[in-house]
C-alpha cells in the first residue's frame, strides 16, 4: 500500500500564558525573536488530538468556524509551527499558500520578494530568471511597480505575487489557506486553472476556505474542525453537509435565546449568521 504524503497523529498546539512556545525557525526568520505581544492570556489549544493521513493526488478541504484552528493546522503541516503535542509528517517538499503577506518582507521590492521567497522555497537563481517574467505576468504586477517596496502595493496584488511564485513550484504537497477569497473574478479563474494543472499532476493539496464552491469544485474530501477538534473526516459532501447542519443549528439556537417565545417581544432584525459572509454555512 502506497505510504501517506500527510500523516498527522493526535496534533496539538498550545498557546502558553507568558512562555515563550517553541518557535521554528521560519517562524523566527518571519517575526524576529520577539516575545508574541499577545501572549498574556490564558493558556489554550486552539487545535488537539487531531489526526489523519492524506495520500497522493487527495484534495482536501477543511471547513469549521472561524477561529477553530483551520490555519493552524496548515501551520502545524508546512512545519511554520511546532506540535506541543503529537507528531504531523510529511512525504515531500510542500508549496505553502498561507500568510503570504508575512512571507514577503514589506521592506524588499516585488522582484526582491520574488527571488528571496523563490529562493527560500528551494528555487535556483537560474529557475526564478527563466519564471520571473511569467510570475509578474500571471501576478498582472505592472511593470512599474515590481521594483516598489510590497509595501506600497494592495493587499491583492501580494496575494496575486504570492500565488504566482508559489504556484510555480513543483512540490507535491500544495497547502492553501483562503487565497482564493481575495483575488477579483478574472484572477479567480487563472487560479482555479493553476489548481487544476497541479491536481492533475498527481499532487496532494490541503484548502482552507468559506467557499462551499471552491470546495466542491477541487476537494474529494473534508474535514471538519470544531472547537479545535477534527470531528469528521469523509467525502467532501457529508463534510460539509455536517458542518452546514451545525450552522443551521447554532443560528436557530441563538434565534431562540435572543427572541424566546414571547408575543410581546417583537422579531429581532440584525440576526446574522456570525460567519462574516461565509459561503460554506
Ligand atoms: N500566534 C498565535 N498566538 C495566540 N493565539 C493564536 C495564534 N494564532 C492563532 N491563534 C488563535 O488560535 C485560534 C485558531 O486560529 P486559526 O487562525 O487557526 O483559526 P481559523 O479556523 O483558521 O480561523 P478563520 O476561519 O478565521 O481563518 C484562534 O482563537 C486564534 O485567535
Avoid at 41 to 53: D, K, M
Avoid at 161 to 167: D, R
Amino acid at each position: 500500500m502506497a505510504q501517506p504524503v500527510i500523516e498527522a497523529e493526535e496534533l496539538g498546539v498550545k498557546f502558553a500564558v507568558n512562555r515563550r512556545r517553541k518557535r521554528s525557525l521560519r517562524e523566527m526568520f518571519i517575526h524576529g525573536t520577539k516575545r508574541d505581544p499577545n501572549a498574556g492570556g490564558n493558556a489554550f489549544w486552539p487545535l488537539r488530538g487531531v489526526s489523519f493521513s492524506a495520500e497522493e493526488g487527495d484534495c482536501i478541504g477543511i471547513v469549521g468556524k472561524n477561529g477553530t484552528g483551520k490555519s493552524t493546522l496548515l501551520k502545524l503541516i508546512a512545519g511554520v509551527l511546532l506540535p506541543d503535542e503529537g507528531t504531523v509528517r510529511v512525504q515531500g517538499k510542500v508549496a505553502p499558500l498561507l500568510e503570504l503577506r508575512a512571507g514577503f518582507s514589506e521592506q524588499l521590492t516585488g522582484r526582491e520578494n520574488v527571488y528571496l521567497v523563490g529562493s527560500l522555497h528551494g528555487m535556483t537563481n537560474e529557475e526564478l530568471d527563466a519564471r520571473f517574467q511569467e510570475i509578474v505576468d500571471f501576478a498582472e504586477i505592472d511593470p512599474k511597480f515590481i521594483d516598489s517596496p510590497v509595501r506600497h502595493y494592495s493587499s491583492g496584488m501580494k496575494v496575486r505575487l504570492g500565488f504566482a511564485l508559489i504556484s510555480q513550484l513543483e512540490h507535491p504537497i500544495m497547502l492553501v489557506d483562503e487565497v482564493l477569497a481575495v483575488g477579483d473574478k478574472s484572477f479567480r479563474r487563472k487560479c482555479y486553472d493553476a489548481i487544476d494543472r497541479m491536481l492533475s499532476n498527481n499532487r496532494t493539496m490541503v484548502l482552507v476556505s468559506h467557499n462551499e464552491n471552491d470546495l466542491k469544485r477541487f476537494c474529494n474530501r473534508g474535514l471538519y474542525i470544531k472547537e479545535g477538534e477534527l470531528t469528521m473526516d469523509s467525502d467532501i459532501e457529508s463534510t460539509l453537509s455536517a458542518y452546514n447542519e451545525d450552522t443551521k443549528a447554532e443560528i436557530e439556537a441563538r434565534k431562540n435565546r435572543n427572541n424566546p417565545a414571547d408575543p410581546e417581544q417583537p422579531p429581532r432584525s440584525d440576526e446574522d449568521d456570525g460567519q462574516g459572509g461565509d459561503q460554506a454555512a
